[in-house]
């Protein structure tokens, strides 16, 4: 595959810059320097119709001719797709929608030709020389032997459907999340509490003579060295389920489950360094935001919590890069600890590591405007703009050229680019001496005061009397937990909350006040959040301030259905200028036959002008979408 005669490296709608920019721990925007002609336009498809992620995209010698071929799939048509070069090759039908794409060199032939692992659902298919050559299967999930016992009573007519609900109902009390329980036996406890009778004997009757037999699904694979990270090596194959489960499999044993290693979440995407045999590890992004790292087959204790959406992820030798949704790449150490992070101009859309001859972890990132960023680290060396957004990248040999960039967008078009070998991926001058200047803030010494005689005097009485300031402290702090239970209760039993709540009903109240002054529209609403509907309920509203008239003080509620939000209307007009205590309204709950409110709710007019009130008769105000943007929410009294 060879480039085009244009030096210049841009297609159409491509700008190909070499702006060098550092946002790192709060850093200032780095100097830009000269242009540098960094890519090769190779080849544009824009009818290509690939839509797939970076991990449904490998870069491998599938013929083992030495020749590297681009391999997609794709999992809206469910078709496997082999370029060489700029031409589509072949293409294959999947089974089913793949969900990831890697190859693995499993065997220590002359011959080396990669497997293709593809997998899809609980299965991964292997591909050799492009034939069909083996599936793997993941084995059954295992469960418990009270739960079978249930099944076996429901079908020997021993258990009625309540007595088995109530037992499987304890069983999944144990596993909060109900991972321990099948998905039968959390549809039957779900039936029990909508469907009819009816419909849960048919359930049954089905499920009769039938085992339980689930499997669960693939969400991610790659590959690691067994032994000597060269490529052509034998690899493992580690595969993330989504039942929380890392499996380790080797391909020369036929595929074999060799370990197994249990994660708090269900994996999303793995990246790994090292070998199998000697040292690895692997770094795990959970779906539930959080890093997990695996160090020669073991769950470390220490886990970072992003706080935020992520994306990709990167491991190197040297750091960990996460991509998240807040436009942010975060670098971590080997350790653990937060050392830079970069901000980005858009979202990001996808993030992949390259090396080359002269350098080493390089990061490529996508971005949802059609930019494709390169950084050393974490320096910025080149910007690729495209038209459209990036939705998978992949850096690697292809054909003939070892430096090859694939880009696919979000239309499905196809471009490939060669990074040019006189290329120099390196900062500017003026952005290595800014870096150099830049003090790290943990080298910072700190300005620690000089020791004075009252801070000395204080060390000796805490020395000497520590134990009675201990039991002092205690004895104050539970003042404090009495103090706020009793204001709790109280809040309770007057109805001083928002929020009320019994054996029949729970009712939440939320009000607003609307307008600019001195005319407003008060706004309460009423939501009942239980099994029951609530009837004969009156809603008052009480002020302490001369100055304000309202339009309607009390509302007569006859029903509160269950899960529908009732909204109340009224207008009100402050007349005179009111104190801070009198700025507010409170909106009571009763019932009809008790003058005991059981909830309330307070809110705090504006601050309103002497020059905007008149003394005009009070007239129903116009309160148009204008008013709608100095609009004052309720300050709820919210208990505990």
């Known amino acids: 595959m060879a480039a085009e005669a244009s030096t210049s490296g841009q297609g159409p709608g491509e700008m190909n810059t070499g702006t060098t920019e550092r946002r790192a721990s709060g850093g200032s925007d780095a100097a830009k320097f000269n242009e540098q002609k960094f890519w090769l336009n190779a080849f544009t498809d824009r009818v290509a119709n690939i839509y797939a992620r970076s991990d449904c995209i490998c870069l491998c010698d599938v013929f083992g001719d030495h020749d590297k071929r681009l391999v997609v799939v794709d999992a809206s048509q469910k078709k496997l797709k082999l370029w060489k070069g700029t031409t589509l090759e072949a293409e294959l039908k999947l089974v089913d929608n793949p969900v990831a794409l890697c190859s693995v060199y499993g065997d220590n032939s002359k011959k080396r030709i990669p497997a293709l692992c593809v997998a899809a659902g609980p299965h991964i298919y292997i591909y050799r020389n492009l034939r069909a050559y083996y599936k793997f299967t993941l084995p059954d999930l295992a469960f418990s032997d009270k739960e079978k016992q249930v099944w076996e009573g429901l079908a020997e007519a021993k258990l009625s459907i309540e007595q088995a609900c109530d037992q499987l109902v304890v069983l999944r009390e144990e596993d909060p999340q109900g991972g321990n329980l099948s998905q039968r036996s959390n549809q039957l406890i779900a039936m029990s509490l909508s469907a009819g009778r009816d419909d849960m004997q048919s359930f049954v009757a089905k499920a009769k003579g039938v085992g339980i037999h689930e499997q669960t699904a693939i969400t991610c694979i790659c590959s690691i060295p067994k032994s000597v990270e060269d490529e052509g090596s034998q690899e493992s194959l580690l595969v993330g389920t989504e039942n929380g489960k890392l499996h380790v499999i080797d391909p020369v044993k036929n595929f074999e489950i060799v370990h197994t290693i249990d994660l708090p979440s269900a994996p999303v995407q793995l990246a790994a360094t090292g070998a199998i045999n000697v040292e690895y590890k692997v770094v795990v992004l959970g779906r539930d935001a959080k890093v997990y790292n695996v160090v020669d087959g073991q769950l470390t204790s220490h886990v970072l919590d992003l706080h935020t959406s992520p994306i990709a992820i990167i491991c190197s030798s040297k750091f960990m890069a996460v991509g998240c949704m807040n436009k942010t790449i975060y670098f971590y150490n080997l350790a653990g600890g937060l050392v830079h992070n970069i901000y980005l101009p858009d979202h990001l859309t996808c993030m992949e590591s390259f090396s080359t001859e002269h350098y080493s972890n390089m990061i490529t990132v996508g971005l949802k405007n059609g930019e494709i960023r390169m950084y050393n680290e974490i320096l910025l060396c080149s910007v690729i703009k495209l038209k459209e957004p990036i939705r998978a990248l992949k850096f690697g040999r292809f054909g003939r050229e070892d430096n090859t960039l694939v880009v696919t967008t979000s239309s499905g078009s196809l471009d490939i680019k060669i990074l040019a070998r006189a290329a120099k991926l390196k900062p500017s001058a003026a952005t290595s001496k800014l870096l150099q200047e830049q003090v790290p803030e943990q080298d910072v010494p700190l300005n620690i005061p000089k020791k004075t005689r009252v801070y000395v005097e204080q060390t000796k009485r805490e020395r000497e009397k520590a134990s009675e300031m201990h039991k002092g402290f205690q004895r104050d702090l539970c003042k404090l937990r009495l103090s706020t239970a009793r204001a709790y209760v109280k809040s309770i039993t007057s109805g001083q909350g928002p929020i009320w ?140």
Do not use: W
């Not at 007569?556 to 009198?582: A, D, K, W």
């Not at 309204?585 to 705090?604: D, G, T």
């Not at 008769?617 to 208990?639: I, T």
């Open 501 to 640: 709540s019994s054996s029949e009903a729970s009712i939440i109240t939320n009000a607003s006040i609307f307008g600019l002054g001195p005319d407003f529209k008060l706004e309460f609403t009423l939501e009942n959040n239980g099994m029951k509907a609530l009837h004969d309920l009156r809603a008052t509203i009480t002020f302490k301030s001369k100055g304000i008239k309202l339009e309607r003080s009390q509302f007569n509620i006859s029903t509160l259905l269950p899960s529908v939000q009732y909204s109340f209307l009224t207008n009100l007009r402050c007349t005179s200028s009111v104190g801070t205590e009198e700025q507010q309204l409170k909106v009571l709950i009763s019932r009809q036959e008790s003058c005991v409110p059981i909830l309330s709710a307070i809110v705090k007019l504006p601050v309103v002008d002497q020059e905007e009130q008149d003394q005009e008769p009070f007239q129903q105000a116009d309160f148009g979408a204008s008013h709608h943007g100095m609009d004052s929410k309720a300050d709820m009294l919210v208990m505990g």
